[in-house]
């Protein structure tokens, strides 16, 4: 059966901060998408661990939390005012609590546990079944979604990437110092790419996309060109 060209599933993949929910949150409002904003589910896990006592510095308790799994329910709903897919922890908006510092400092350590990769991968495919979205993460070209129609995989520069992310904190209120936020983005990159399971990486098809010294425009400009180039066949 021919695939549907305007049914397609996108991938974005990339390091930490570097600006990826931002362009996938842009390319799926142009081409009328859903938008699914992967580690939005890790973080309302460690969100979910962290409430519950079941992190304590880099321990996790492992029993506790997969006894717990049944009753984790992560689902987006999507805001017609904000016009975003707003994160829900069981009925719950958590979508400001699970970017605060805190929960961004234990998500890696809850994203390396295989019993949770299996559970949100698992939802992940469901959410993208019908194709016509773009969906951003650490493995979606790679494991979540290997038959991507297209995959993007994003860099920029470290300094650039903590540099976004503080101003992100600020504007949201939160201080962070410059230093503390390098420092988490390093052990991220580091985690997120040493990891065993679905480490980060550039799947073998996918387009590099170093958005350093770009703007959104440009990025999205350059996307949408891409998209028809496909569309068209
Ligand atoms: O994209 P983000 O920074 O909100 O992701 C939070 C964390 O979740 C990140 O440290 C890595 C992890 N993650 C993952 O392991 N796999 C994904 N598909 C998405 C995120």
Redesign the pocket.
């Known amino acids: 059966m021919e695939k549907r060209r305007d049914r397609l599933s996108i991938a974005i993949?990339g390091y930490?901060?570097c600006g990826?929910?931002t362009i996938a949150k842009d390319l799926a409002k142009k081409l009328n998408y859903a938008y699914i904003?992967?580690?939005?589910?890790?973080?309302a896990i460690t969100l979910y661990a962290m409430e519950h006592n079941l992190i304590n510095g880099n321990e996790i308790d492992l029993k506790t939390l997969e006894e717990h799994l049944p009753k984790i329910d992560i689902s987006f709903v999507f805001n017609r005012k904000t016009k975003i897919n707003e994160t829900y922890l069981n009925d719950r908006n958590v979508e400001g609590e699970i970017?605060r510092l805190d929960v961004?400092n234990k998500?890696?350590l809850?994203?390396t546990i295989d019993f949770i990769?299996n559970k949100?991968v698992e939802l992940?495919r469901k959410m993208a079944k019908e194709g016509r979205v773009v969906m951003?993460?650490?493995?979606?070209g790679t494991v979540?979604l290997p038959n991507a129609d297209l995959k993007i995989f994003m860099t920029a520069s470290p300094e650039i990437r903590a540099e976004r992310r503080h101003k992100e904190l600020l504007e949201k209120g939160e201080a962070a110092s410059l230093e503390e936020i390098v420092k988490n983005i390093d052990e991220?990159d580091l985690?997120?790419t040493t990891?065993k399971i679905?480490p980060?990486k550039q799947a073998d098809d996918a387009i590099v996309l170093d958005n350093s010294k770009l703007t959104k425009e440009e990025q999205l400009y350059w996307l949408v060109k891409i998209v028809e180039n496909i569309q068209k066949g």
């Open positions: 993949d930490s901060s990826k929910s904003d992967t580690g939005a589910m890790y973080r970017r961004s998500v890696s809850i994203s990769r949100l992940q951003d993460g650490r493995d979606i979540v991220r985690l997120d990891r679905s980060l």
